[in-house]
């Protein structure tokens, strides 16, 4: 902690300036934003040391953006970041720039294609696509492949979020699925990240924050049978996750809470207070 | 200014997440040295707690029995590191101090049946204020990690006629849960409820002590308290994680609802015809 008498430099500033931007809770990067602008107090420097951070978010919390002439929104992610602000739609094949303080997309133009890992990308959109629609009731994804030195990289990510400041609350899931293989096939490893993290703060702030890292083997052989490979252990596994999470909030509630404070005493009534202080006097008569 | 800044101060730590409290007041402190005073005084951090080798008995520590870098035992009132002029309750409060930290020792053991407890307080111009502090870990069973915080801050104001007294209670619950498993990997569950109660009360050294009138109002609040800590984090937060993912397909949670939807009408038309 620095001194009363010795401020911190302006980059100190910008390290915490951009720190809390990067830690604010799925759908308050404005309220964050906002709060942190005023306690530096000094737009210039925010602008010009801290815009990195706002980019940072949006892409590490799979912000969905809407694009026009699409039905289906596309995730802004570091996978589809092609530079200069711009950012890649892989479904309708076309990149967009990105506003990251309006969180808007504009000057939309046709993307070059990746040929050889385009297949097996397009057969896993659709499986994914379906698979988000069964089981993410507000969910987006999108499906990005690359090549090159004869390996195919293909990755998902999707995102749900939740907001509701009305009620003082915010949730946001994000899975990210990847796999990289020979195009010749064979079993190959996919791994996995699946996020989760609740904000509640009415009266108070109380989070959720969850993270789980997984591995399984994926068996390549045609593109459409791969795809449908991947999405049975995408979905298994995220199951399982979601599952697990159930089952501990079972026995937080029910073992580990209750091990911290009881309801009520053993007597199973509210203390009575001046019994309480009643001992005390008692003890000192004994002692007189 | 610093007032705005104050105000943006208190809603960030409402926002960032809970599990670096610490980290975070450091780096807000840092960030406008200004509002240091203001910043501990009136943001909630989980409790430290020391040893008191004199009697052997463990205290806990807050703004409130700080001096300098220095902590005051609620046990023999002595400062650690040791101070020649250290804030000190007068003679008449500590009097009233040694009690309430035996009465809520003996609350802690019955509420909470292990734990830390201390009680500070301090004069005021017409009364006086005092803050009960509560922290107990859970053992780990089950592989997960648990604790709660308890930090009570009361303000007694005492009539003229020295009959009543008005009280107000502001209290802060933290709970912390964390667990590292296989199937859910990491999950921190964590962070705070704060809740606010006025009342005036009759006062006298018989039936309505002091002690046992903010006694009841504290107990009252953290029964409260425990109750929506119990709703929001077990309740809440889970509704709001199964609300982002469904883990039968929507498609089957629509035909289920459907096959629902045509029961219950099929029922309702067979009762209004019998």
């Known amino acids: 902690m620095a001194d009363f008498d010795e401020p911190i430099s302006d980059q100190e500033k910008v390290r915490i300036a951009s720190d809390f931007i990067l830690h604010a809770p799925p759908g308050e990067f404005n309220e964050v934003f906002n709060d942190v602008r005023l306690l530096v107090n000094n737009d210039t420097l925010l602008k010009e040391g801290a815009s990195g951070a706002f980019a940072q978010y949006n892409k590490d919390q799979f912000t969905p953006c809407r694009i026009e002439g699409s039905e289906k929104q596309v995730l802004v992610t570091e996978h589809g970041d092609v530079g200069g602000s711009r950012f890649i739609d892989p479904r309708t094949k076309q990149t967009f720039k990105y506003d990251h303080l309006r969180k808007e997309a504009s000057d939309l133009q046709p993307a070059s294609i990746d040929e050889t890992a385009e297949p097996w990308r397009a057969a896993l959109e659709s499986q994914f696509t379906a698979y988000t629609a069964d089981h993410y009731k507000y969910g987006v994804c999108s499906v990005y492949g690359s090549s090159s030195a004869g390996q195919i990289t293909l990755t998902t990510c999707i995102e749900s979020h939740q907001f509701s400041p009305k009620n003082f609350w915010n949730g946001r899931w994000r899975s990210q699925w990847s796999v990289t293989f020979p ?9 996995g990240v699946l996020k989760v993290q609740v904000h509640y703060y009415e009266d108070g702030n109380v989070q959720l924050v969850s993270q789980k890292e997984i591995k399984e083997s994926l068996s390549v052989t045609t593109e459409s049978q791969t795809a449908k490979n991947f999405v049975k252990i995408v979905s298994d596994a995220e199951n399982e996750y979601q599952c697990a999470i159930s ?9 580990t809470f209750k091990a911290l404070r009881r309801q009520l005493p053993v007597t199973k009534t509210k203390i009575d207070w001046n019994k309480i202080l009643g001992y005390k006097i008692g003890n000192e008569l004994k002692n007189a | 200014m610093t007032e705005q800044q104050l105000d943006c101060a208190l809603d960030l730590m409402r926002r960032l997440p809970p599990q670096q409290i610490e980290k975070n007041l450091s780096d807000l402190i840092d960030l406008v040295p200004s509002l240091c005073e203001d910043l501990l005084s009136s943001v909630d951090q989980p409790l430290k707690i020391a040893r008191d080798k004199s009697v052997g008995k463990d205290y806990l520590l807050c703004d409130y029995n700080r001096d300098g870098d220095s902590y005051r035992s609620p046990w023999s009132n002595i400062y650690d590191p040791p101070l020649d002029d250290g804030a000190m309750p007068s003679d008449r409060l500590r009097r009233l101090e040694i009690d309430a930290n035996s009465a809520f020792d003996q609350y802690r053991e019955m509420y909470f049946e292990g734990g830390v407890s201390s009680v500070y307080l301090w004069d005021l111009d017409h009364g006086f204020a005092g803050v009960i502090l509560i922290k107990k870990a859970g053992d780990g069973s089950k592989n997960i990690r648990g604790c709660w915080d308890s930090i009570h801050v009361v303000e007694v104001q005492e009539k003229s006629s020295g009959r009543s007294a008005h009280y107000k209670l502001t209290s802060t619950a933290m709970l912390w849960l964390q667990t590292n498993k296989v199937g859910s990997g990491t999950m921190n569950l964590g962070g705070s409820l704060t809740r606010q109660v006025e009342m005036d009360s009759t006062v006298n050294e018989t039936s309505h002590p002091h002690i046992a009138n903010i006694g009841k109002m504290v107990e009252d609040m953290e ?9 929001i984090y077990f309740g809440k937060t889970r ?3 199964n609300g982002l993912r469904a883990t039968i397909p929507l498609q089957d949670q629509k035909q289920q609802d459907a096959l629902r939807n045509d029961l219950a009408a099929a029922l309702q038309k067979r009762q209004t015809h019998t």
Request: charged residues 25%.
């Open chain 1, 183 to 191: 195009e010749s096939g064979g079993s190959c490893e996919l791994t």
């Open chain 2, 239 to 241: 509704d709001i994680v």
């Open chain 2, 223 to 231: 029964n409260k308290i425990r109750n929506t800590l119990n709703e």
């Open chain 1, 247 to 255: 089952e501990n909030y079972q026995s937080m509630s029910s073992v």
